[in-house]
């Protein structure tokens, strides 16, 4: 018998019966287990993540299968065949923690790998670029994205209006409204690092990167109209898929795929290479393999491994570091800042977050420290010192220096930018005629009941990535204004 007791350990004799003066009541306030069961219930729900509320998740492994040692002394990557356990969490961005599965929107892809020099968070969406390029427009994006002060209703006009005004949004909106708009699950679609990271040698030499997730399992989309059938039956398409396919041991892959480019290249491409509107051309920087991720396990228990999974640019290993990109400066800040809040000031203790290494630090104290403090010994409580045994700092780890200049100023990021290309290549090179129907008739949609001057003016940018793409939207929305007067 498994007996039942108090969160201090003391059993329980009845858990179905109030402590009552009499069978008709009062209560009496020494029913101390139900007031705690109450005031349990009580603190249940904790905020949910400010974006990306709604996830998916589950664990698995890395296995590295090609040697990229000449560009990163990361431990992860130290052997073909070695082997580290991750994390996943995938998710929407704009949805609260109730949203549908199946709504066309950026999907987050994050994963946390627990190495053996500390834990590495690869948090990036299954989108290699992103809808602004400066982190002062972070919040001001989101906000488009969710609901109204007045109306508390998700507003198409405050997108396009926001869009319309931000050419650097361009290229992600045209993704967002392409097929890859809306996946069938998390496993029919690609993930990316989308900023440009970076790698160090054992020599010290440093690289730009981008990172890549190719799915193994193929790319597979819903149009709006099989999504619409789909929310209609199951709000929650994407769980079920996941964990059932991990449960019936169908495990989904993917191939961790690297571009690097030398440090002193990024002066010469015709692009910012740090700008996160932007890739880098295959042509131009062709994908390596690294290794293949497979995800085999469920979470035992959603809120405590995948609710409680917190992910951040700042956990980076020795081997790999920034890059000058506005948005990841940010984002090491944001993250770190927003667990605190959302989960507590030691959420890295937390078991789903722990790193699988020893931990030794010189934080102290603070609410629901269950671990005294991890200096390496007990007398050291500050640092330097002069204990033994106690944690120190290893040069051996040092970062190479990164070659930053130039003055300190706020600069304009949409002068001088090219916005344009490469859109321009994604419409004109890379979709086919099908896709490109799709997307127009997914734009015009998306356009439903906006104001004329923000369509208009949104419309103009799309002409300027090129004229069919204007055109194509401006038929689509011809055509569903026709429709929808025919079926009134
Ligand atoms: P390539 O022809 O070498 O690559 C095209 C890429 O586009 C492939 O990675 C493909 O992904 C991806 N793709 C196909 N359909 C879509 C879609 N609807 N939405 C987003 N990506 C899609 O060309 P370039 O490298 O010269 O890039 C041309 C354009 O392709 C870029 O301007 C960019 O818009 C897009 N792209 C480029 C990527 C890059 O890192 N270079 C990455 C993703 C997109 P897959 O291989 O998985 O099928
Ligand atoms: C989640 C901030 C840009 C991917 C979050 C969260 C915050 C945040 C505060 C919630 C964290 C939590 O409570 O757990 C920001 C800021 C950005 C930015 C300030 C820009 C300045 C991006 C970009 C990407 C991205 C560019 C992708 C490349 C994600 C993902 C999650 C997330 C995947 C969910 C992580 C998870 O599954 O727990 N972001 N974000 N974000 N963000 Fe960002």
Redesign the pocket.
């Known amino acids: 018998m498994t007996r039942m007791t108090t969160t201090a350990g003391a059993p329980i004799a009845d858990n179905q019966n109030t402590l009552t003066a009499g069978p008709r009541g009062p209560v009496l306030l020494e029913d101390y287990q139900l007031i705690e069961k109450l005031a349990h219930q009580n603190r249940e729900r904790i ?1 949910e ?4 509320a709604k ?1 998916w ?1 589950a664990f698995g492994t890395f296995t590295v299968t090609n040697d990229i040692t000449r560009y990163s002394c990361a431990k992860v990557f130290s052997e073909v065949g070695k082997q580290t356990d991750l994390a996943v ?3 929407t ?1 704009a949805g609260e923690l109730g949203a549908a599965d199946h709504e066309r929107d950026v999907r ?3 994963v946390k790998m627990y190495t053996e020099e500390g834990n590495w968070d690869l ?3 299954n ?1 290699p670029v ?1 809808f ?1 390029r400066d ?1 002062m427009k ?2 001001d994006f989101i906000h488009t994205q969710k609901r109204h002060p007045r109306t508390n209703l998700r507003s198409a006009t405050a997108m396009w209006d926001f869009w319309s005004l931000s050419p650097e949004s361009l290229h992600q909106v045209t993704i967002l409204m392409s097929d890859r708009g809306l996946p069938v699950d998390p496993m029919h679609m690609n993930g ?4 440009t990271y970076s790698l160090w040698n054992a020599q010290g030499e440093r690289f730009w990167v981008k990172f890549h997730w190719k799915t193994l399992q193929g790319h597979a989309h819903y149009t709006n109209a099989e999504a619409a059938e789909i929310v209609g039956r199951t709000r929650e398409g994407y769980q079920e898929a996941l964990f059932g396919a991990i449960e019936e041991g169908r495990f989904p892959k993917w191939r961790l795929m690297v571009q690097v480019m030398p440090e002193a290249e990024a002066e010469t491409t015709p692009y910012n290479p740090f700008d ?1 509107t932007k890739v880098w051309p295959h042509s131009d920087y062709p994908l390596i393999e690294v290794g293949v991720m497979e995800l085999n396990r469920n979470a035992d228990n959603y809120f405590a491994q995948i609710e409680q ?4 640019p700042s956990n980076k290993v020795p081997g790999i570091g920034y890059s000058p990109d506005k ?2 400066q ?2 090491v ?3 770190a ?3 605190r ?3 507590g000031t030691h959420y890295e203790a937390l078991p789903v977050n722990a790193p699988r290494c020893p931990v030794h630090h010189y934080h102290k104290d603070g609410q629901m420290n269950f671990f005294g403090h991890r200096t390496g010994a007990v007398d050291a409580y500050y640092e330097p010192n002069s204990v033994p045994g106690a944690a120190v700092e290893d040069p051996a780890v040092a970062e190479p220096p990164l070659r930053i200049s130039g003055d300190a100023a706020r600069y304009n990021h949409r002068e001088g930018n090219d916005d344009y290309s490469q859109p321009r290549a994604l419409h004109d090179k890379v979709m086919t005629d099908e896709q490109r129907a799709r997307l127009y008739a997914n734009i015009a949609e998306a356009m439903a009941g906006i104001p004329e001057e923000i369509a208009n003016r949104a419309i103009a940018q799309f002409d300027r990535v090129s004229p069919a793409y204007g055109e194509g939207i401006r038929a689509a929305r011809a055509r569903l204004a026709g429709a929808l007067q025919a079926a009134e």
Do not use: I, K, Q
């Open positions: 905020p993540r400010v974006v990306h996830g998740g969490r995938f998710s961005v987050g892809f994050s948090a990036g969406n989108t992103f602004v982190p972070f919040p990316y690092g989308s900023h996160l999974l917190a992910f951040s948005m990841l940010a984002r800040f944001s993250y800042d927003a667990h809040y959302r989960l």
